[in-house]
């Protein structure tokens, strides 16, 4: 949207086996499938999202890997799988070294992440964490009163 060229970049991508603390996040018990992946986002060649994914494969059907090494998670998701609810955390946060490394900047240099989470029903279908550089990106919120 800014008039920059777009690339994506699949970095990895995997079923989960076992951890705890990613299913936590997803709120998904450790029987369910899940898939996680993280990706990088360009603009112009410059990283503006690093994106770190994790995705119910039932709420899901279809998803793997394959699919996404061309045609980023969101995308893919939007065009084929139905959600009823959705939650956006933001907050500033320091980039740790292997986000930073990914963004191409010093670690702990500021970021604005978000922390967007999906339901269909009552069935979680995706959660994502979206690095962004601080110091390249604003949030803007245009509303009216409520009446």
């Known amino acids: 949207r800014s008039g ?3 690339a994506y970049r699949l970095l990895e991508c995997r ?3 076992g951890d705890p603390e990613r299913r936590e996040l ?6 369910t499938p899940t898939l996680w992946m993280r990706s990088l986002h360009l603009c ?3 990283p503006f999202q690093l994106e770190e994914r ?5 709420a899901a059907p279809g998803i793997t890997c394959h699919p996404l090494e061309t045609e980023g998670p969101g995308r893919w998701l939007l065009a ?5 609810e959705a939650e ?7 980039a740790p070294p292997e986000v930073a490394a990914e963004l191409r900047l010093r670690p702990r240099t500021a970021c604005l992440v978000v922390d967007r989470r999906t339901w269909n029903g009552t069935a979680p279908v ?6 962004h550089p601080g110091s390249r990106h604003n949030l803007v919120g245009h509303f009216g009163p409520s009446r």
């Open 15 to 17: 079923k989960l086996s």
């Open 26 to 31: 997803l709120g998904v018990s450790s029987r």
């Open 4 to 6: 920059g060229t777009y």
């Open 54 to 58: 994790l995705v119910n494969i039932e």
């Open 80 to 84: 084929r799988v139905p959600w009823t």
């Open 126 to 131: 995706t959660y994502a964490r979206m690095w």
């Open 44 to 46: 112009n060649d410059e």
């Open 88 to 94: 956006h955390k933001i907050s500033a946060q320091e």
